[in-house]
């Protein structure tokens, strides 16, 4: 989301060379949306992608569809969501243009919509599984209410919702155990929340001296305190920064212990467990 014009503005040769980067560090999915960028990003990266000596079965595409966006261009006046039959194939194809390449690994839908509709939607996708455009289907920002309605017909591998240290509510509404149940992937977005933005000070104290005990930086820190967690989350990290990314990797190392994990929970909840 933050390569193209609503981040760092990446142009194509420099996006070649962060994905060659990332990819030599062992990164090899990477999440799109077709609207990033005001529905321009896609292309870019489709284009940087090409220009390099990487075969495309060693890398993941992830990309979502379903906002759409105030858009001149494209006629849409007013922000919703469109999950026909049509416009999900319609964006499959034109993401599959974008980026390049004969298939999407994963096909994401990027919000629920009050107006799915669970059997149109299921048919679509299983048209396009059929067709070998996409790999596997999920969904982003879904209920487990909403998910078992479309695994009524067809099958939802990935959930990709906020999670971190500043939005816990997934750890304890049960999202999380529904996707261990049912086998769904969990994906992580903007794993650090609003930390290092937010004006709050008073959480620092603790989260230093934890991150001192794991010699180890606060962002590091926070990341191993979701992968600690028994749904095997996924973080995905937004940077531009090969030094970042370097960094990330090392929360993999960090154990947490059982009670340090619940005194960051009560510190990012302002309560103990009951």
Not at 113 to 125: A, N, R
Not at 144 to 155: A, E, H
Request: hydrophobic share 40%; charged share 20%.
């Amino acid at each position: 989301m933050k390569w193209g014009s609503w981040g760092k503005n990446l142009s194509a040769s420099a996006m070649s060379r962060l994905i060659e980067t990332f990819f030599e560090l062992g990164i090899n999915t990477f999440d799109h949306a077709d609207i990033y960028g005001d529905y321009s990003t896609e292309a870019v990266f489709g284009s940087a992608f090409s220009t390099l000596n990487i075969d495309r079965k060693e890398v993941r595409f992830i990309s979502k569809c379903g906002i759409q966006l105030v858009n001149e261009s494209r006629g849409i006046q007013r922000k919703h969501y469109e999950y026909s039959a049509q416009y999900i194939r319609q964006q499959v194809e034109q993401s599959l243009n974008n980026l390049q390449t004969e298939y999407l690994d994963v096909l994401l839908l990027h919000r629920p919509s009050p107006l799915m509709d669970y059997q149109e939607i299921g048919s679509i996708v299983t048209d396009l599984l059929q067709e070998k455009k996409i790999n596997q289907f999920g969904v982003s920002n879904f209920t487990p209410s909403q998910i078992s309605l479309l695994q009524k017909t067809c099958p939802v591998a990935i959930n990709q919702l906020e999670i971190s240290f500043a939005h816990p509510d997934a750890l304890l509404n049960g999202t999380l155990d529904f996707h261990q149940l049912y086998g769904i992937a969990t994906q992580a977005w903007s794993p650090l929340g609003n930390y290092f933005t937010s004006n709050d000070q008073s959480m620092q104290p603790l989260l230093t001296s934890m991150a001192k005990k794991y010699e180890c930086s606060v962002d590091q820190l926070l990341l191993a305190w979701l992968l600690k967690h028994p749904a095997n989350i996924k973080p995905v990290i937004g940077t531009t920064n090969p030094e970042h990314i370097q960094a990330a990797k090392f929360a993999l190392e960090i154990h947490l212990t059982t009670e340090d994990w619940f005194e960051l929970l009560a510190l990012s909840r302002g309560e103990d467990v009951a």
